[in-house]
């Protein structure tokens, strides 16, 4: 996006062609309204970049149709220079048709054509450049097809759309639409154009729209259609004036035969610019930030280094991208229609005034129909950022360039308000709404963005505190670490040729998040399906798998005009978070995966945990569609985009407490009732609280050993632990991904899923305990992590070995419960069991220890069913933990 400078933020408003209600498409679904069509068209004139194009920034769908377009605005236009009511001179006439060109031919690349061209439509920056407004009119409404009203001017318009005549899609009696204009169409606008400059007045504004057309027609019979009119509009004296350059300019613009007319790109490069090209320096388009291209390949620095630093009257935001001022304009209370209907533009009829005269037994009303005139109003409003400017007033300039390399808290500390520092200590929904407190985050996140891979390790920083909306699509794409050039490899997918899935892709794409305008929209199904097949193509060992449409949404939402990053995006999250879930035969993935969930409720919440399983409520009959969607099946996007800021911070374990933290929300509703009851709440999950759950979640997650989550089916190791998976300022156990350090002789061992599922609470590794006891020992052995004191006393080995084998040797610091204090001989239960001595640890993390698995196993099921939390049992028992040396006998006593 370019920077807003002197430009202006402009709005505009038309009405899409309403469609009938009645009628179904071919798959018998409801009909795409045209204006949820135009506005999925409308995304790709966001990403046309160019010098002499007004910026596209948002389109807002409204009431009964209406749409309302914002993109950069200038006020002075082409309309100007005709109220000097002299002819231009040939030297500005030739600028003003290179520079138009320019813009054209840049269309015509992206497959864009103007169609609209008038002198309205042609702005003039400060220093008297086009800008080309309402370029992309005719591509959002598919040609017209999609709006009640002709698209373009007929002054402006070449004859072969001239005879072609009108065409409203709302009148299916006039049969096939005309066929789409083409680039050379702008070129007959821009010769009528340069006449009305050269002859100094607007010619064919005074005209009848009927003499006018059978005027435009009976050029065809004309040789100089320059000299014709000429004579017309009685300005022959001022023509034949003319330098030959603009005369041949003129003459090639307005070539009667289409098949003749040059097209703006072989205008460019013909003689008649000779003098006036070389004037102008080619548009290097910009490097996207996953590419192959150095972004910095073009950087030019002047040669007073002050100049930089000049910003007229501190007006720092006009430097800032065009997108981020319209984003903070809404945040500061901006309203468009709000804005259209102070100015007159929309225009409300008491509701008795739009009544149908009778509506027949059908449904079908007859009667006045909308008033034409209300279709399209080409009046562009300004849109006022004094509110925006007036609220942040009290920013300071600093905040606007912000010192990466300054070792500082995450918090917006270079900001002299203090209230900033203060915002981020609220709800996360209230942060994303404070003008000012989101403007700092943009700008630091769009800094660090720029200096990705670089600046990864403070992008993860940051993100730990939010991640600003307005930049949540890159900010996710440096979290997933994607980098290269993307693109190639996504062009390089054969997304075309017909594979069994497409069949599948088709049924479920308009069942994903269909409430949302843009995924519902015609090009949202359309990249939908190209993204999709675009992973299962290059996936060959995986396959589709019902859900990987709603895995596939948020990513498509928020890089909807970069399919590439999308799918780059999607490709790096299903391996960290849904390793071998989309295998041909994936249920041992699947029953692995929620047994363990199953243990870590036992772990958290064993009152819950022994409820569910009493009324045989199991984490089959619910779970999958959370696991399989990473929750984007149950919960609508706003609120997976809160979810996920958090769940890419942490690792393939972190899904489990987010489960768990979900069914804690609804734990009393739980708890209160049976199999059938539970059933029906979550087949229409209650609303949830999703900043509680990720609250809560991270609070689970720092309670949780690294290892009890070990899953044999995970993520295999990679070569080194990756410590960006941490929560920073929580006091986390743990958070490395265990999967991602090296196995030694005190990691866990893979169980079979049969001895995993007889198992209620989870196993640790002995590498696990040692760090948790902070104990040391032979160099050879993991160094422990330095934790704070009160770590330490969140922990209690509990070691149910008989006495005699406790004294031989055990860890520093465990209690002995002896398993036949419990427990007789044939497995019964003891009236008075010796876990009463635990009751004064409960709350504490409790490893089980024994040499004997099994005792171990059904010692942590009776803490769990007399509802201790958080018990785990210490894989491999005591044989694990002699080889250390760590374990020490009682002192003698004297």
Known sequence: MQPLRDAELGAFTFFASPLPHDVCGSNGLPLTPNSIKILGRFQILKTITHPRLCQYVDISRGKHERLVVVAEHYEHNLKDLFKQDKPVSSEKVLQIAYEMLEGLAFMNKHGLVHRALSPHNVLLDCKGKVKLAKFGLYHMTDHGADVDFPIGYPSYLPPEVIAQGSFHSSEGSLGEPPLPSGPKADVWSLGVLLFELCAGRQLLQN???????????????????????????????????????????????????????????????????????????????????????????????????????????????????????????????????????????????????????????????????????????????????????????????????????????????????????????????????????????????????????????????EARVDIPPLLRGLAWAALLGVEGDIQAKYDGIDKDTPIPTDRQIEVDIPRCHQYDELLSSPQGHIKFRRVLKAWVVSHPDLVYWQGLDSLCAPFLYLNFNNEALAYACMSAFIPKYLYNFFLKDNSHVIQEYLTVFSQMIAFHDPELSNHLNEIGFIPDLYAIPWFLTMFTHVFPLHKIFHLWDTLLLGNSSFPFCIGVAILQQLRDRLLANGFNECILLFSDLPEIDIERCVRESINLFCWTPKSATYRQHAQPPKPTGDSSSSFGKNPAYYSAEYQDLPNTDLSREPLKLSELKAEISPRISAEDLIDLCELTGPAHFKTPVKRPKTVKTKIVAVDIRSSEDFNRGHIPGSINVPYSSVFGPDGEMLQSPGTNALTSYKGRVIVVLSNIMKNAATFAAHLVKVNYPRVCVLDGGMNKMKPTGLLTVPSPQI
């Not at 097209?263 to 004037?279: K, M, N, R």
């Not at 509701?351 to 027949?360: D, H, M, R, S, W």
């Not at 996360?428 to 996140?445: A, H, K, P, S």
């Open 207 to 461: 005209i009848e729209i009927s003499e006018r057309l059978k005027f435009i027609i009976t050029l065809g019979c004309m040789d100089d259609i320059v000299t014709v009119l000429a004579e017309e509009h009685g300005c022959l004296d001022i023509i034949k004036e003319l330098p030959e350059n603009v005369m041949a300019l003129l003459r090639k613009c307005l070539t009667f035969l289409p098949s003749k007319r040059p097209t703006p790109a072989e205008l460019l490069e013909d003689i008649v610019f000779e003098g006036v090209s070389c004037l102008y320096t080619p548009y290097q388009i910009p490097v996207s930030l996953f590419s192959s291209s150095l972004r910095c390949a073009h950087l030019e620095l002047p040669e007073d280094i002050n100049e930089l630093c000049k910003v007229d009257e501190e007006d720092y935001l006009s430097e800032r991208s065009v997108d981020e001022v319209y984003h903070l304009w809404c945040l500061a209370g901006g309203d468009l229609e709000k804005e259209l209907t102070n100015k007159g533009i929309i225009q409300s009829k008491p509701p008795v005034c739009t009544l149908p005269n009778f509506i027949l037994e059908d449904g079908e009303s007859f009667g006045q129909s909308r008033d034409r005139s209300f279709l399209l109003d080409d009046t562009t409003v300004t849109l006022s950022l004094c509110q925006l400017k007036n609220r942040l007033k009290d920013v300071a300039g600093e905040a606007y360039y912000p010192l990466l390399e300054d070792e500082q808290s995450s918090l917006p500390q270079s900001n002299s308000n203090n209230e900033l520092s203060a915002a981020v200590s609220l709800p996360l929904i209230i942060r994303e709404r404070d003008t000012e407190y989101q403007l700092t985050r943009i700008v630091l996140f769009d800094r660090l963005l720029k200096a990705y891979p670089y600046k990864k390790n403070q992008i993860w920083k």
